[in-house]
């Protein structure tokens, strides 16, 4: 009988990504870590000594315990946050069996520095379009569940940056930027290890959307269009990001699982 506290790599793969996907804590030990400082998508690295204390950031949410090899340490911190009324699980095999089934790794050795509150933070110009709505969804998505967006005047971004210790992204002169004829999106999936197969098809839909070049794939234009309309649906570029997460939701959910489908009107025509 399948355990209930132990989640697989598969289906724990399935999730990755999604809105739904539960919170990753990630317990293994400075030496295991250091081994390998990569990190399941969307995981957060905590103490495993301290993480029964934390269980108030996870209320109402379910947790994937990971440590090394999915044992003592995952299977305790695990048990705590139950006992703390949290739906935890383990993952099984841990760490090891992740990177053993080839699944995707998150580098780190280009990550921001996170916040007091373990936060990343990010500040690029107001008025967001396609990629300065791409880019936080994929870190949302992919990278930190809670990372802070600041949009600011074109003019002030750097100078935020240095005050509020935040990371500049999609503007000139700066790492996290258009290179070439790619844009931001690709730059953070390349950088951040993050190259597979739906994230690729749906990069080159938002560079032929954001790069003037619809004709890149059929659905690039699409993805303008509907970029343009939430830009004028909202004058708050943070309640618009939030809106518009869930067309990127849609999109990479299509590259992954239904880009081979077609859809045919029924014509129910009548017998002769």
């Not at 379910?62 to 995952?74: D, E, F, R, T």
């Not at 590259?255 to 025509?269: I, L, M, V």
Request: proline content about 7%.
């Amino acid at each position: 009988m399948p355990s209930t506290t132990t989640i697989t790599t598969s289906q724990l793969s399935r999730l990755i990504g999604l809105p739904n996907a539960p919170a990753l804590v990630d317990v293994r030990i400075d030496e295991d870590y250091q081994a390998d400082p990569r990190l399941v998508p969307g995981s957060l690295r905590r103490e495993y000594r301290t993480t029964q204390n934390c269980a108030a950031d996870y209320r109402n949410r379910s947790v994937v315990v990971i440590c090394h090899q999915g044992q003592k340490l995952s299977e305790g911190v695990a048990a705590w946050l139950r006992y703390e009324g949290i739906d935890a699980q383990t993952l099984e095999g841990g760490f090891e069996a992740w990177k053993a089934a080839g699944e995707l790794l998150v580098r780190t050795d280009k990550l921001p520095p996170r916040d007091e509150r373990g936060r990343t933070v990010w500040v690029t110009r107001a008025r967001p379009k396609v990629d300065r709505i791409a880019c936080p969804w994929l870190i949302r998505r992919f990278i930190d569940p809670n990372a802070v967006f600041l949009f600011v005047t074109p003019a002030e971004v750097i100078p935020v940056a240095e005050r509020f210790n935040a990371t500049p992204f999609d503007i000139e002169g700066v790492f996290w930027s258009h290179r070439g004829e790619t844009c931001t999106f690709d730059t953070m999936i390349e950088e951040l290890g993050l190259t597979s197969e739906p994230l690729t098809n749906l990069a080159k839909i938002v560079r032929g959307a954001d790069t003037a070049r619809p004709e890149l794939t059929p659905h690039s234009a699409g993805l303008l269009a509907a970029s343009l309309g939430f830009s004028r649906m909202y004058r708050d570029d943070l309640a618009q990001l939030e809106a518009a997460m869930a067309l990127y939701d849609a999109f990479y959910r299509w590259c992954r699982d239904a880009s081979a489908e077609t859809h045919n009107w029924p014509t129910h025509k009548p017998e002769v």
